[in-house]
């Protein structure tokens, strides 16, 4: 039986490949939430410290470029991952970049790639398992900020949850977090009784109690 490179590559390594439907399935839950965002949407608070909808919509979308171009060897481009407006059809754009990133990550056939992320590191790459790792925690955190704004339920998969939840707990607590633009905050404390989504938030700086104007409070917890 004939088998291309890629089969076989995924075959060689299949936490790898695991590690890529799962990222996929985080990216296009992601999807399903924006899809349902109109234009009157766009002004709303979110969980993301300052960002609006729109400000996360569009940091969003930019990350998927940058993610995209680091596997296919481009991510040393700074012009890759700059923020560009909205424009007329944000989800569409949206949509697209979605579907951008998830082909190219298709094309990285092994877990050592080396992927430049300049936002990350102008000094060093990194290996192409951790990339990926970074970009799925990414969405799920902004795929709850996304539900929280709109006042949506957001229930990723068991699965999905159990993966992200050791690169979460990864991601360095440190000042960095506290620079303007930063997508996360510094960790805040759980219950005991806190299950695998909430523990997630918390590690990356949200609160799991923050509630947007669907659900009658606006005023945003600055400490997420």
């Known amino acids: 039986?004939?088998?291309?490179?890629?089969d076989a590559s995924s075959a060689s390594?299949?936490?790898?490949?695991?590690?890529?439907?799962?990222?996929?399935?985080?990216?296009?839950?992601?999807?399903?939430?924006?899809?349902?965002?109109?234009?009157?949407?766009?002004?709303?608070?979110?969980?993301?410290?300052?960002?609006?909808?729109?400000e996360l919509l569009a940091h969003m979308t930019a990350q998927h470029h940058g993610f995209a171009a680091a596997a296919l060897g481009k991510g040393q481009d700074l012009a890759h991952w700059?923020?560009?407006p909205l424009g007329t059809?944000?989800?569409?754009?949206?949509?697209?970049a979605a579907e951008h990133v998830i082909a190219a990550f298709a094309t990285v056939e092994g877990p050592d790639r080396a992927f430049?992320?300049?936002?990350?590191?102008?000094?060093?790459?990194?290996?192409?398992?951790?990339?990926?790792?970074?970009?799925?925690?990414?969405?799920?955190?902004?795929?709850?900020?996304?539900?929280?704004a709109l006042g949506l339920a957001y229930t990723p998969d068991?699965?999905?949850?159990?993966?992200a939840l050791p690169i979460a707990r990864a991601v360095p607590d440190d000042d960095s977090r506290l620079a303007p633009g930063s997508a996360f905050r510094p960790g805040l404390a759980t219950d005991e009784d806190a299950d695998?989504?909430?523990?997630?938030?918390?590690?990356?700086?949200?609160?799991?109690?923050?509630?947007?104007?669907?659900?009658?409070?606006?005023?945003?917890?600055?400490?997420?």
Do not use: K
């Open 116 to 148: 430049a992320l300049p936002e990350f590191s102008t000094t060093r790459t990194f290996r192409a398992v951790r990339a990926i790792g970074f970009h799925l925690i990414d969405y799920v955190v902004h795929s709850w900020d996304v539900a929280r």
């Open 196 to 224: 695998t989504l909430e523990r997630i938030l918390a590690a990356l700086g949200r609160s799991p109690r923050w509630r947007g104007p669907e659900d009658g409070t606006a005023t945003r917890d600055t400490r997420s």
């Open 89 to 96: 059809d944000p989800v569409g754009l949206y949509t697209a």
């Open 82 to 84: 700059s923020v560009r």
């Open 158 to 163: 068991t699965e999905l949850l159990r993966a």
């Open 1 to 6: 039986m004939h088998t291309n490179s890629a």
């Open 13 to 54: 390594h299949p936490d790898f490949a695991h590690l890529r439907r799962l990222h996929a399935q985080a990216v296009r839950d992601s999807v399903a939430l924006i899809r349902r965002v109109t234009p009157d949407d766009l002004s709303r608070p979110t969980p993301c410290s300052a960002w609006t909808l729109a």
